[in-house]
């Protein structure tokens, strides 16, 4: 007969640590055991550091001539440029990408994007 699949698993943790645990449950008997303080100290931990992480793409500058993006990712700068033939991204030279996505989310950029079509510019319509 198959094994099942169990819901739980085990980690090691140094008995130093689980000492201090222990006398932490005596002291903060809201936690019924070890593995409850564990699984909650696991969860909040997780949380917080989803919380403090920063986007992969941020607004570096712009201009009538484009706009800088951090991205995280890259650990870098990327120019997305607009151009009277549309607008580009420098690192994938092409028109169409993440990083032009990005810059056509910023309602700045939107603005000039606008005011370039009025002119006649061959820019995406957002």
């Not at 990712?73 to 440029?81: I, K, P, R, T």
């Not at 910023?106 to 370039?116: D, F, G, Q, S, W």
Request: aromatic content about 10%; overall charge negative.
């Amino acid at each position: 007969m198959p094994e099942k699949e169990q819901d739980f698993r085990g980690v090691s943790l140094k008995r130093e640590l689980v000492e201090q645990v222990e006398s932490f449950i005596l002291e903060f008997p809201q936690y019924k055991s070890i593995a409850d303080f564990v699984h909650e100290a696991v969860r909040l931990r997780m949380e917080q550091i989803r919380g403090s992480q920063k986007p992969r793409f941020e607004q570096f500058n712009y201009d009538e001539n484009g706009v800088k993006i951090i991205d995280r990712e890259l650990h870098d700068l990327v120019q997305v440029f607009i151009k009277p033939d549309g607008i580009t991204c420098s690192y994938h030279k092409a028109h169409d990408c993440a990083h032009i996505d990005f810059a056509l989310s910023i309602p700045e950029v939107r603005k000039i994007l606008e005011k370039k079509r009025k002119e006649g510019w061959k820019v995406p319509e957002v």
